[in-house]
């Protein structure tokens, strides 16, 4: 096999493609002897992947509203600015009635899909949350209820799917252990993560998972790695975006990751995974002000306006500068011309995962 056509033809008609080929790829320094060939072989992959979408989806872009709820977190991951050892962090949680007038306002903007995320925090405990689902999911019988709430035991996750939640995100990180080892304390493993992966799979979720790109210690071997798991899981979501630094962290003073090389990902997670629903993250949004736009033109389908209440939406600070609109009117508004300029329109809806056509 010779040449990116090549390689695209290929990706295409069997979602897989050998090491040899992918690994130059997932080099930020690929080809940079020659950046109008390396132009010209993203502008190709993402022409590809932007296909490959409008065979699944159309020129759909979904949207889930964001409520993140607690910035506590029992959990002291190295890159992350809630890290339970960061004493400067202004913690915030939101009580019930706070959780619930914000999914009300997510109702009222006519979207489809609510996310639920927060940290691990200790005073949320499986029953409160489990509590918490039941309630929303009996006030709005036809919302996507979606949680993103860390690790917990697979009794756990089968209550919150009883109780009505549909979808969770649990992103790896990063599919390599001796690299997990770099980013996390020693009680956190890999090991646990996966595990809560498939126990969430087992459970009956639509599953999202994901990994930084650019992150401290990573190569392109554990890049390969990351499509490799996610290859074998077939998540139902999948959430990349560039490694951003935070002050109050052990890696305060890592460079951030590659903005190209996230795009170059998504678009060949779309050509890999073509019925994967794929956000523009919100750090794709903040490593630079066309991130958004980007992230559609290079595959993705989804963009999650934040709903948090203004009073704590600052305090959710997992990297500097994150990205946030002053209102969520001005936020959707800005949604509204990036997906236009894209090419694409909104679709409001729950916006369900849908398997690939045949051919």
């Not at 991951?77 to 202004?90: L, T």
Request: glycine letters at 8%.
């Amino acid at each position: 096999m010779s040449g990116i056509d090549a390689l695209i033809r290929h990706l295409v008609a069997t979602r897989t493609a050998p090491d040899a080929e992918l690994l130059p790829l997932l080099d930020p320094d690929w080809l940079a002897a020659w950046p109008e060939r390396r132009a010209a072989a993203d502008a190709a992959l993402m022409a590809a992947a932007r296909a490959e979408r409008r065979r699944v989806y159309g020129d759909t872009v979904f949207l889930r509203g964001l409520i993140e709820f607690t910035n506590y977190c029992s959990n002291d991951c190295y890159y992350c600015g809630i890290r339970a050892s960061n004493r400067a962090a202004v913690r915030y949680r939101l009580d019930e009635a706070a959780i619930l007038a914000a999914v009300e306002t997510v109702v009222r903007a006519g979207l489809g899909t609510v996310v639920l995320q927060g940290g691990e925090d200790p005073l949320w405990t499986c029953g409160r949350l489990e509590a918490l689902v039941r309630e929303i999911r009996g006030a709005h019988p036809d919302l996507a209820i979606t949680l993103s709430v860390g690790e917990h035991p697979a009794a756990c996750y089968q209550a919150l799917r009883a109780a009505g939640a549909d979808r969770y995100l649990l992103r790896e990180e990063t599919a390599d252990p001796r690299h997990y080892a770099l980013l996390h304390p020693p009680h956190q493993q890999l090991a646990t993560r996966l595990r809560a992966l498939a126990d969430l799979r087992a459970a009956g979720y639509q599953v999202g998972g994901g990994f930084m790109v650019g992150s401290p210690g990573q190569s392109p071997r554990e890049l390969l790695a990351d499509l490799r798991y996610l290859q074998q899981l077939r998540p139902e979501m999948i959430g990349i975006g560039p490694f951003l630094h935070h002050h109050e962290t052990p890696f305060a003073a890592a460079p951030d990751g590659d903005l190209r090389l996230t795009l170059r990902l998504v678009a060949l997670l779309r050509l890999l995974l073509p019925s994967a629903l794929l956000p523009a993250t919100t750090a794709l949004a903040t490593a630079s002000e066309a991130g958004r736009v980007a992230g559609l033109n290079a595959g993705a389908n989804v963009l999650m306006p934040n709903f948090t209440p203004p009073a704590v939406r600052a305090d959710y600070s997992l990297y500097d500068n994150k990205s946030r609109a002053d209102t969520i009117d001005a936020d959707l508004a800005e949604i509204r011309r990036q997906v236009e300029s894209a090419g694409c329109r909104i679709d409001f809806g729950r916006g369900d995962w849908r398997a690939a056509p045949e051919g």
